[in-house]
């Protein structure tokens, strides 16, 4: 069955960067396309990019674009994203999650990133 | 601001229909891209309830089901049960400067 593992909760100090990964099984890794998304405490879910994960093409929200790079590791079926210059405000669930199509069939754990002095 | 927005919360007894509203744009649900739905219980991941504007998943219950017009699309539960109390939400493609894939604001169903 389709798995997305995601790493586990990380606390980041204001400005500094993380990195969350996302270890897909059960498909052929290459085959789709892997999205980042975050949710705030009490927000709604809100897209940040996407990676093919066969030819590495990515796409970022506007929003995000200066600060974040999404990656994959074809050998380790597992994609990254990191996260630069964060803020208090970035504190958020994050979620990976598999696309068929524009809908999100699939989706990883969650990891809680916390941005705290 | 949301790009969809639906109302913060609506509520039924046991066994009543409500329906969750979900407005757009020209941009996204008005340029005629397909809307999808979620169901996420409190503390767990969002999983798919509706995709395609009307589709359902394996093992999503009938009692769910969607629909759409010009700007807006709408998700209905008949026969509410006390498991379908979650916060529910659309999600659609954009093509404005918010990002491709946008999420409403989500509604909170309560089954009083």
């Known amino acids: 069955q389709v798995q997305l593992v995601q790493s586990g909760t990380e606390v980041k100090k204001p400005g500094a960067s993380v990195r969350i990964s996302c270890k897909a099984s059960?498909?052929?890794?290459?085959?789709?396309?892997i999205h980042w998304l975050r949710q705030a405490p009490g927000q709604r879910v809100e897209w940040m990019g996407w990676?093919?994960?066969?030819?590495?093409?990515?796409k970022y929200s506007q929003k995000y674009q200066d600060r974040i790079i999404i990656t994959r590791d074809t050998s380790a079926r597992t994609v990254y994203v990191d996260l630069n210059l964060l803020r208090s405000e970035d504190t958020a669930i994050y979620y990976c999650?598999?696309?068929?199509?524009?809908?999100?069939?699939?989706w990883g754990q969650g990891t809680l990133v916390t941005v705290s002095s | 601001q949301s790009v969809l927005t639906q109302p913060p919360s609506v509520s039924g007894a046991p066994g009543q229909r409500v329906t969750i509203s979900c407005t757009g744009s020209?941009?996204?649900?008005?340029?005629?891209?397909?809307v999808h739905w979620y169901q996420q219980l409190p503390g767990t991941v969002p999983k798919l309830l509706i995709y395609g504007d009307t589709k359902r998943p394996s093992g999503v219950p009938d009692r769910f089901s969607a629909s759409r017009s010009d700007t807006s699309a709408f998700l209905a539960i008949t026969g509410l049960q006390t498991e379908d109390e979650a916060d529910y939400y659309c999600?659609?493609?954009?093509?404005?400067?918010?990002?491709?894939?946008?999420f409403g604001s989500g509604t909170k169903v309560t089954v009083l």
């Open positions: 999650a598999r696309s068929i199509s524009s809908y999100f069939e699939y």
């Open positions: 990676i093919h994960s066969g030819n590495g093409e990515t």
């Open positions: 999600q659609s493609y954009d093509t404005s400067l918010s990002g491709f894939y946008v």
């Open positions: 059960g498909y052929t890794f290459t085959t789709y396309t």
């Open positions: 020209s941009s996204n649900i008005g340029a005629g891209y397909s």
